[in-house]
């Protein structure tokens, strides 16, 4: 797994068009305050004066997921979640809190499990899908793949009952696994599981049994840091730092051709939920409190509060369970209506678009960004409605329920959008003013894309 991450990447994981909101801002805070332990530990190792970002060992994942929360979380009602329909399929069930929709029934893998009413302590590895361990019993229901993403589904199922979990305003729950992958294409590291954080969006359908879909971006699994690894252990060997940063990148990362048909291998380790009455550390004071402490008193205020409420997971804010789960899935991509639309348009500053990327449910846009840049791209269907993000990456949008057959793409300087333009698409903003006329104005580049 890539431990080090350049600035830009992490702006567009976290350039989500966030809503102003008091929890919004103290899970920003939590994870602002995530993101201080781990450069605490890495001014430790690396010293002072070093770009924190380039050398801290925490993945974005981690990161986005907290604010993926934030973006979701403005009520904890679990009642909302009962109100979700439940007819068809493990995808049917959840298509409705779904942040990508309904995935292609036509074009879905309904994966073979074990049937059995009991949940063993362990349960011996086989060929199915379905794996018990400590108590909890995981099943792979269906999966779904497009050209730029895997879809699983999966039941959770808990042999003592779940704690209330977080439930977010649209009736969605999530439960984040610790995972060990390995994809047969990744030849340059036939041997290496790679470690990552996942998460399963869905609802409880009870209070012993989760419902929902990981989705696995092949933007999260394509890269080849095999040339990377090397130069970083012949320059320790000299005694030397070696950092990865965006002038750098390419010469280091290369990116694997994820093919129509691979295998994944899928351990899952670690099961993690997030409680809807999380607790707080003895003596932690409010955020009004800190908003009246300097930089200085906030930095040492932090250091008084415990080492466990910077790790993740930890007893006041999660529930979780440690086991090993494993699973052999073999992958092939169906999508009838996968393709890849060449733009390459920029304007007279390199700004623009290369390409859009289609599938059935979600459209990814390809931003031509010259180095330095920093900016946020829109999407707008036919009809001129925002077509929104469906994960933590601003530029892979849900197209369930829009028009695509024309799509009004803007990129935009990204402080001014955050700042000025971005409220005007937020329904009941009661402007006299459209978005698309804000935006027609104001972004940097502009254009428009038949998709038929």
Same mark, same amino acid.
């Given at each position: 797994?890539?431990?080090?991450?350049?600035?830009?990447? $992490?702006?567009?994981?976290?350039?989500?068009?966030?809503?102003?909101?008091?929890?919004?801002?103290?899970?920003?805070?939590?994870?602002?305050?995530?993101?201080?332990?781990?450069?605490?530990?890495?001014?430790?190792? !690396?010293?002072?004066?070093?770009?924190?970002?380039?050398?801290?060992?925490? @993945?974005?994942?981690?990161?986005?997921?907290?604010?993926?929360?934030?973006?979701? $979380?403005?009520?904890?009602?679990?009642?909302?979640?009962k109100e979700i329909p439940i007819l068809g399929g493990l995808f049917a069930k959840v298509a409705d809190v779904f942040s990508f929709g309904r995935l292609p029934e036509e074009e879905t893998t309904e994966l073979h499990t074990?049937? &059995?009413?009991?949940?063993?302590?362990?349960?011996?590895?086989?060929?199915?899908?379905?794996?018990?361990?400590?108590?909890?019993?995981?099943?792979?229901?269906?999966?779904?793949a497009s050209n730029q993403a895997v879809y699983v589904g999966m039941r959770i199922e808990n042999e003592a009952e779940f704690p209330e979990m977080m439930v977010m305003a649209d009736g969605t729950q999530n439960l984040r696994?610790? !995972?060990?992958?390995?994809?047969? $294409?990744? !030849?340059?590291?036939?041997?290496?599981?790679?470690?990552?954080?996942?998460?399963?969006?869905?609802?409880?359908?009870?209070?012993?049994? $989760?419902?929902?879909?990981?989705?696995?971006?092949?933007?999260?699994?394509?890269?080849?840091?095999?040339?990377?690894?090397?130069?970083?252990?012949?320059?320790?060997?000299?005694?030397?730092?070696?950092?990865?940063?965006?002038?750098?990148?390419?010469?280091?990362?290369?990116?694997?051709?994820?093919?129509?048909?691979?295998?994944?291998?899928?351990?899952?380790?670690?099961?993690?939920?997030?409680?809807?009455?999380?607790?707080?550390?003895?003596?932690?004071?409010? &955020?009004?409190?800190?908003e009246q402490m300097s930089e200085e008193e906030w930095k040492d205020y932090m250091m008084t509060l415990p080492e466990e409420w910077y790790q993740f997971p930890n007893q006041y804010e999660n529930w979780w369970k440690d086991?090993?789960?494993?699973?052999?899935?073999?992958?092939?991509?169906?999508?009838?209506?996968?393709?890849?639309?060449?733009?390459?348009? =920029?304007?007279?500053?390199?700004? &623009?678009?290369?390409?859009?990327?289609?599938?059935?449910?979600?459209? !990814?846009?390809?931003?031509?960004?010259?180095? @330095?840049?920093? =900016?946020?791209?829109?999407?707008?269907?036919?009809? &001129?409605?925002?077509?929104?993000? @469906?994960?933590?990456?601003?530029?892979?949008?849900?197209?369930?329920?829009?028009?695509?057959?024309?799509?009004?793409?803007?990129?935009?300087?990204?402080?001014?959008?955050?700042?000025?333009?971005?409220?005007?698409?937020?329904?009941?903003?009661?402007?006299?003013?459209?978005?698309?006329?804000?935006?027609?104005?104001?972004?940097?580049?502009?254009?428009?894309?038949?998709?038929?």
């Open positions: 797994m890539r431990k080090y991450f350049s600035d830009d990447e $992490f702006r567009k994981v976290l350039g989500a068009d966030l809503r102003d909101s008091d929890i919004i801002d103290m899970r920003i805070e939590e994870t602002y305050r995530m993101i201080r332990n781990a450069e605490k530990k890495a001014k430790k190792k !690396t010293g002072r004066g070093k770009n924190p970002w380039k050398g801290i060992g925490i @993945g974005l994942g981690c990161a986005a997921a907290t604010l993926m929360l934030a973006v979701g $979380f403005c009520a904890m009602n679990p009642v909302m979640a074990v049937e &059995g009413e009991d949940l063993p302590e362990k349960e011996e590895a086989d060929e199915s899908y379905q794996k018990a361990d400590n108590g909890i019993r995981v099943t792979l229901t269906e999966e779904y696994l610790k !995972t060990m992958e390995h994809y047969s $294409f990744r !030849t340059n590291d036939a041997e290496e599981y790679s470690y990552n954080e996942r998460d399963v969006e869905g609802t409880f359908e009870d209070a012993n049994t $989760f419902i929902g879909i990981m989705r696995i971006d092949y933007s999260e699994i394509d890269v080849d840091e095999s040339k990377y690894q090397a130069a970083l252990q012949e320059a320790e060997a000299r005694g030397e730092e070696l950092w990865l940063t965006d002038e750098n990148y390419s010469d280091y990362m290369e990116k694997y051709e994820v093919p129509e048909n691979f295998t994944m291998d899928l351990e899952i380790t670690q099961i993690i939920g997030y409680l809807a009455e999380p607790a707080e550390p003895e003596g932690m004071k409010s &955020g009004a409190e800190q086991g090993s789960w494993k699973f052999d899935l073999a992958i092939e991509q169906k999508d009838s209506n996968a393709r890849l639309i060449p733009v390459n348009e =920029t304007n007279a500053d390199g700004i &623009g678009v290369e390409s859009l990327e289609l599938s059935s449910v979600e459209m !990814t846009l390809h931003i031509i960004e010259p180095a @330095g840049t920093l =900016t946020f791209a829109v999407a707008l269907d036919a009809d &001129g409605n925002k077509i929104e993000s @469906g994960s933590s990456n601003a530029d892979e949008l849900a197209i369930e329920g829009h028009d695509i057959s024309k799509v009004y793409i803007y990129v935009c300087d990204y402080d001014e959008y955050m700042n000025e333009i971005k409220g005007y698409g937020v329904p009941g903003n009661h402007s006299d003013r459209s978005f698309q006329e804000v935006l027609e104005e104001r972004a940097l580049f502009k254009t428009v894309v038949s998709t038929q």
